[in-house]
């Protein structure tokens, strides 16, 4: 919104600066996080006296989570997309297709993980929204969005897969283009809903990932940088870097709260916005492949999870002691702050190898 403000300049005042992406991507970090100090705390009082046994804590899990966890309220995603949502709206460009397409994705699986959280505390019981009616949902959003991408990808790009590293090299997905997307952008919500389940674990790398897809996002939008680095010009996706800038903001604003003891939970409401999120910016910029190391360690908890499973319904055995895998550590005897924070020291390095395949070739 406030990107309009710069048609009353003259190219020599005040008003220039609004022209800039990395000025209002400053301010949207700055608004979401000021927004969040404002309405954390009393947000999370309001959930409190709205669920008072809190979240539901899973009776096969860590003996520790009955003991330490009970009682602590969820939905704290709504912090996070509400300040989001309005950081987004009054900074980045609202004639911008990328923007409203990733803030769908973002409010769409948001919904869905809202319902889900709200049936699990109303009734008291982890099995809340049906699976298949969440999936379900899940991929009809996935869908409308990675039809709308290829409506905004160049021609050029439309329906074709970027490989990093091998960047001259593009291989055409044709009709499958779509489904791929779906693939990655239900991936995405997925597996970082299955990440979120320690204090502070699930956060921290979505503020990395997100910060690494930004910086791409703003590479990829600019024919300078790309030329330079030799990657894929995607006219538009520059101004992502507004959103993933507000997400950084909100991300933080919430780990204040969610902090070692958590206050609040992000729920599914929080988890599957932002992974959809993020899959939606990797599709929108064309670095689909990119998103699986960057946010390589989503794919390792979604992985523990697959794995456990399959495993066990051959076998009867288990691969893990518990799944997902930042569980088998805890069984193992890991302190909750170890996991989490080297969790986080995997998640940035995992960003920087991934910030290394647009110089890489």
């Known amino acids: 919104m406030f990107y309009f403000l710069s048609e009353l300049s003259d190219g020599g005042d005040i008003f220039n600066i609004f022209r800039y992406i990395t000025f209002r991507a400053g301010a949207a970090f700055f608004t979401a996080l000021f927004l969040s100090f404002i309405f954390g705390r009393p947000l999370i009082n309001f959930l409190k006296r709205k669920q008072k046994r809190g979240q539901p804590i899973r009776d096969d899990g860590p003996e520790s989570h009955i003991i330490q966890k009970a009682g602590t309220p969820t939905m704290g995603g709504v912090l996070i997309l509400g300040t989001l949502i309005i950081s987004t709206l009054l900074w980045a460009r ?112 979505v503020i990395i990932a997100g910060g690494t897809l930004g910086a791409i996002s703003y590479v990829v939008g600019r024919t300078d940088f790309t030329e330079y680095l030799d990657v894929h010009y995607v006219a538009g996706t520059g101004e992502l870097l507004v959103f993933t800038s507000a997400l950084i903001g909100a991300g933080l604003g919430f780990l204040w709260y969610n902090a070692p003891p958590a206050a609040v939970f992000m729920g599914d409401t929080g988890s599957l916005a932002l992974g959809g999120a993020l899959g939606a910016i990797a599709v929108s910029t064309k670095h689909e492949l990119v998103l699986a190391i960057v946010g390589g360690l ?64």
């Open 94 to 205: 609202s004639d911008n297709g990328f923007v409203w397409l990733v803030l769908m994705v973002t409010v769409g699986f948001g919904l869905i993980g809202f319902v889900d959280d709200y049936l699990k505390v109303t009734k008291q019981t982890v099995a809340g929204f049906s699976s298949k009616a969440r999936m379900g949902i899940g991929l009809v959003i996935a869908l409308v969005a990675g039809y709308w991408a290829t409506q905004l990808h160049p021609a050029e790009l439309t329906n074709q897969l970027a490989l990093p590293v091998f960047k001259d090299t593009l291989i055409n997905l044709g009709v499958l283009f779509v489904p791929f997307a779906m693939i990655v952008i239900v991936g995405a919500a997925n597996a970082v809903n299955l990440t979120d389940g320690l204090d502070g674990l699930a956060i921290m790398p």
């Open 298 to 361: 989503f794919v390792v908890e979604a992985l523990s999870v697959i794995i456990q499973v399959l495993y066990f319904k051959r076998t009867g055995r288990r691969v893990f002691l518990m799944a997902p895998i930042h569980h088998h550590f805890e069984k193992k005897g890991w302190h909750e702050s170890q996991i989490v924070i080297r969790f986080w020291i995997i998640a940035l390095i995992l960003a920087l190898i991934g910030l290394a395949t647009l110089k890489l070739r």
